[in-house]
């Protein structure tokens, strides 16, 4: 065992000589004056600026990218070819801009929990979609259903996968005619940052009760590079990715690329046995180009993405886990986006987003499970979306106002639309809201300070029928004296959320129109701590849910939507990541303890006072990354607790909990003109049996090869 130990102490030392010095010292662009406690992030860990306005940190590979942050100033991206000192000017900014501004994990959201992940190469290669890094990197709730190419929403706090908003380059992503968005169709090799927020915060604007998941693609600061990807893993999944990037002076032009193949075949365990499951082959394609100019004032790009994938319904059953449908989905995707932001020498800042997108939607389903007739239903769907921000800073004050307006239309052929008697529905929706917020800090900086947000904001619909609603968000957040590093906040909200288009036509095929929006109360307090070293993050949640939209049974197997329920979604979120030794080790842990509960009805209905199903009362997950010079390893364990999936919480209708263990270890190498890495990862190492949701068995023990080249 000594020897060991010795053996183990001598390694990290000679990891630790082989890393390069770094030296980094980031002033105001301006002044030309030292910025103090600005924070530098980079895959490894994560450093602060001392009193002079200097970082030193090293660095186990190059080339490698940081991304350098400070309170009211632009972020830069800058990319490191080798060791030495770099000095790094931030463009001083009244208000910070959600585009770029990016930091690490736990940024500095005043009023709630949040984070943001850089998504770098070591990230790509370990993960399949972005489903896999929200995972890892918080304690939210992933809904899959089976093999690569299956359905992956999101939850937070109990609420469902709708509650939650998905941004994509700022623009609402949720699908116009389920209010989804399916995170098995983002590829961490097309996202550069990614965001996730619980709840509601004043400083930036409503996210929803179900909070917020935003992905950046196409950064003004990303260096030049040519960057190929290519995966293959047991379950016989082969993609390839490509990602070209040229900055040009003031212009960039990024386009990315990639292709998936599988025959969504994967070994699960049932009944006493281990059985195969194969569903319709499934074949992704997307390619996007990103383009943008900054000027000396404005900030401007657009995004034209197409997207094609067929898919089998994974784990689709009748009966029992013996049987499964040969169903095959199919969408194909259009999507421009432009982004622009201008500002003013007033201080005031301008930002406008427009969007605009149009998917073709397919089921075929031959052994007519699903679809009687022909089947097959074809479905199109059209969004528009346009957003224009204000935001003025005064010393000690933000203020902001907002409008938004959406135009969304769903076509069905061969359908008829019940109650609506018209093959095609329409919503035009849209929204106003006003913000402040305001802040005091003490005598020193260092000795902390307070403050207060206020939002108010009103949301408008015309379908199914007129409605104007109302929602209003307040915060204050406070960080005592001789404690500067921990904040202790509270905020409370009211907002609602519109039916879908799912929702309303499912509702009127039994004249059943009068499907009104739910609305949520949420009160939220926690404490919060950043360092050098570590953060850490402790909120508690309570949320009331009225209205809440249940699919319930109706004449035999057909179910209808319906606002029935009423819900108590209360509990506790708890996260922690450490760097012990910064560039070798990285610790991360996160906990969620949830209680969502049915408050409808009384004490004779045997679903009042139960917990909804598919709600685990806890969640935890933790991961390690440790680096030896070129050589890293991952570790990621994810453990969900026990859940219902009847709505009376019958013990015999209970799904077991379950751990799953994740382990990937790679290497960074030249190979001809080319900085290379290659990984291995091995999902479900332990090869756990377990459901994600009930007649949908997820794959035993999987073995991922990937292979990055960066071209110099």
């Not at 104007?468 to 204050?476: D, F």
């Not at 709600?615 to 933790?622: C, D, G, Q, R, W």
């Amino acid at each position: 065992m000594n020897n060991f130990l010795r053996f183990a102490v001598l390694i990290f030392f000679l990891a630790s000589g082989l890393q390069a010095q770094i030296t980094v010292s980031v002033i105001d662009s301006s002044t030309s004056s030292n910025l103090v406690n600005a924070e530098i992030l980079f895959p490894q860990g994560r450093f602060f600026t001392n009193s002079e306005g200097v970082a030193e940190f090293q660095v186990p590979t190059f080339p490698t990218d940081i991304i350098v942050s400070h309170t009211s100033y632009h972020s830069r991206q800058i990319h490191l070819k080798s060791a030495g000192i770099y000095i790094v000017r931030l463009q001083p900014l009244s208000l910070n801009i959600p585009l770029i501004t990016v930091t690490a994990v736990q940024p500095g959201n005043l009023f709630g929990s949040s984070g943001r992940v850089l998504i770098d190469d070591k990230i790509r290669s370990v993960t399949r979609d972005i489903s896999t890094v929200i995972n890892r990197f918080s304690g939210t709730y992933i809904k899959e259903y089976g093999g690569s190419g299956s359905l992956k929403t999101i939850s937070f706090r109990g609420l469902s996968s709708e509650n939650t908003e998905v941004l994509f380059n700022e623009i609402n992503i949720n699908d116009a005619a389920t209010g989804l968005a399916d995170l098995s169709d983002h590829s961490a090799n097309m996202i550069d940052i990614l965001e996730m927020q619980h709840g509601i915060s004043p400083e930036d604007g409503f996210a929803g009760a179900g909070g917020r998941i935003k992905m950046t693609s196409g950064l003004w600061d990303t260096p030049s590079h040519t960057r190929i990807s290519l995966k293959a893993d047991s379950d016989q999944l082969f993609s390839s990715a490509l990602s070209l990037r040229k900055n040009m002076g003031s212009y960039f032009l990024e386009i990315n690329a990639e292709n998936v193949n599988s025959p969504n075949r994967y070994s699960y365990f049932f009944d006493g046995q281990t059985r195969t499951r194969e569903n319709a082959f499934l074949n992704k394609k997307q390619f996007s180009i990103s383009a943008g100019k900054s000027y000396e004032s404005n900030l401007t790009r657009i995004y034209l993405k197409y997207s094609d994938k067929i898919n089998g319904l994974p784990g689709f059953v009748v009966s029992n886990n013996y049987d499964w449908s040969k169903t095959r989905s199919g969408s194909e995707t259009r999507m421009l986006i432009l982004n622009n932001y201008h500002y003013f020498d007033s201080g005031l800042i301008n930002s406008f987003s427009f969007s605009a997108s149009g998917s073709k939607l397919f089921l075929a389903d031959p052994d007519r499970r699903m679809i009687s007739g022909s089947g097959e239903k074809k479905t199109s769907t059209s969004d528009l979306r346009i957003q224009n921000k204000l935001e003025f800073g005064l010393e000690g004050t933000k203020l902001s106002a907002g409008l938004n307006l959406a135009k969304a239309e769903l076509n069905s052929s061969g359908e008829i639309f019940s109650a609506y008697r018209s093959d095609s529905i329409d919503r035009l929706s849209g929204g106003f809201f006003i913000n402040a917020v305001f802040e005091h800090i003490f005598e020193k900086e260092t000795d902390g300070g307070i403050n207060a947000g206020l939002i108010f904001e009103t949301e408008y619909a015309d379908f199914p029928e007129k409605t104007s609603v109302n929602g209003v968000s307040a915060g204050l957040s406070y960080s005592p004296r001789y404690l500067s590093p921990f904040r202790f906040y509270t905020t409370y909200s009211i907002d609602n959320r519109f039916p879908t288009f799912n929702e309303i036509y499912y509702a009127s095929l039994f004249n059943h129109t009068g499907l009104t929006r739910e609305q949520f109360k949420t009160f939220e307090a926690g404490i919060s701590a950043r360092t050098s070293s570590y953060d850490l993050e402790i909120s508690y949640f309570n949320i009331l849910g009225d209205g809440l939209i249940v699919w319930t049974p109706f004449r035999a197997i057909i179910q209808v939507p319906r606002n029935i329920r009423t819900v108590r979604s209360y509990g506790l979120e708890v996260s922690a990541s450490s760097s012990p030794f910064p560039g070798t080790l990285r610790l991360g842990a996160n906990y969620t303890w949830l209680n969502a509960i049915n408050k409808t009805g009384n004490d004779n209905d045997n679903a009042y006072n139960k917990r909804l199903i598919y709600t685990p009362s806890h969640k935890v997950s933790l991961n390690a990354e440790l680096i030896f010079g070129r050589i890293f390893t991952i570790l990621d364990l994810m453990y969900a607790g026990s859940r219902y999936y009847t709505a009376d919480n019958d013990s015999h209708n209970k799904l077991k909990g379950y751990l799953v263990t994740d382990f990937s270890a790679g290497i960074n190498f030249p190979l001809l003109s080319s900085n290379a890495s290659a990984s291995l990862t091995v999902y479900n190492l332990l090869n756990a049996q377990y459901f994600v949701i009930q007649s949908y068995p997820m794959p035993l023990r999987n073995y991922s090869f990937t292979l990055n080249l960066n071209l110099i």
